[in-house]
Structure formats: structure tokens, C-alpha cells
């Protein structure tokens, strides 16, 4: 599985963004997958997964309320709609492709895709 992510950006406090994963591979349809960031100076954090078979999701708990993880099969894609955007939602966002049970800890995902870079202005 081979992993392209985009959609960051420079936005204001309180705006959205959705970041956009576009996976290449036939697994891709029973791969679980997950975002993950990273700030500067800090360690990559768990943000969501969701399932490959009936959509079940994970949220890191900061995240809750705000994100959304969504995927397309069809299009091979894992989306992750961001709102109220605040100044430490900061980072590199990395999508990541794992199988089997529907995990959160960043060991468990073996297929990583390039990050894209979300900035958020106070």
C-alpha cells in the first residue's frame, strides 16, 4: 500500500480543512487506517482510524468533537475533516495504512505516507 496525503495548508484559529489520503494497492479496501501527527519537537500522536470493514473509528481524546474520519473505498481514500482548528493542532499529518484489528498505537501501522503540513495561525 503506497500512501499520498494533501490537503494541509495555513489557516486561521476556528477555520476547517480536510486533508485527503489517496492509497494505491487492491488492500486498500481491508486496511485500516489512521492519522497521525507531529508537531515540532514533539513525538508523532495518534489522531483517528477508522476500520476497514463496517467504519468503526478511534479519536484521540483531544480531537474528539472536532475531527472526522471518513474513507471512500471506492475511490481509495481515508479523508479527515478538521474543524475549530486552534494554534496547537500545528503539524505534520500523516496518514497511515495498518491490518488487522483496528489499533491506535503508531507500531501497529506499516505502510506511512508522506505528511502534509497544517498551520494554524492565532
Known amino acids: 500500500v503506497q500512501l499520498q496525503a494533501s490537503g494541509g495548508g495555513l489557516v486561521q484559529s476556528g477555520d476547517s480543512l480536510r486533508l485527503s489520503c489517496v492509497a494505491s494497492?487492491?488492500?486498500?479496501?481491508?486496511?485500516?487506517m489512521g492519522w497521525f501527527r507531529q508537531a515540532p519537537g514533539k513525538e508523532r500522536e495518534f489522531v483517528a482510524a477508522?476500520?476497514?470493514?463496517?467504519?468503526?473509528?478511534a479519536y484521540a481524546d483531544s480531537m474528539k468533537g472536532r475531527f472526522t474520519i471518513s474513507r471512500d473505498n471506492a475511490k481509495n481514500t481515508v479523508y479527515l475533516q478538521m474543524n475549530s482548528l486552534k494554534p496547537e493542532d500545528t503539524a505534520v499529518y500523516y496518514c497511515?495504512?495498518?491490518?488487522?484489528?483496528?489499533?491506535?498505537?503508531?507500531?501497529?501501522?506499516?505502510?506511512w505516507g508522506q505528511g502534509t503540513l497544517v498551520t494554524v495561525s492565532s
Open positions: 497511515a495504512a495498518s491490518f488487522g484489528l483496528l489499533r491506535v498505537g503508531a507500531s501497529h501501522y506499516n505502510y
Open positions: 494497492g487492491r488492500t486498500f479496501s481491508r486496511a485500516n
Open positions: 477508522i476500520d476497514w470493514d463496517v467504519g468503526r473509528t
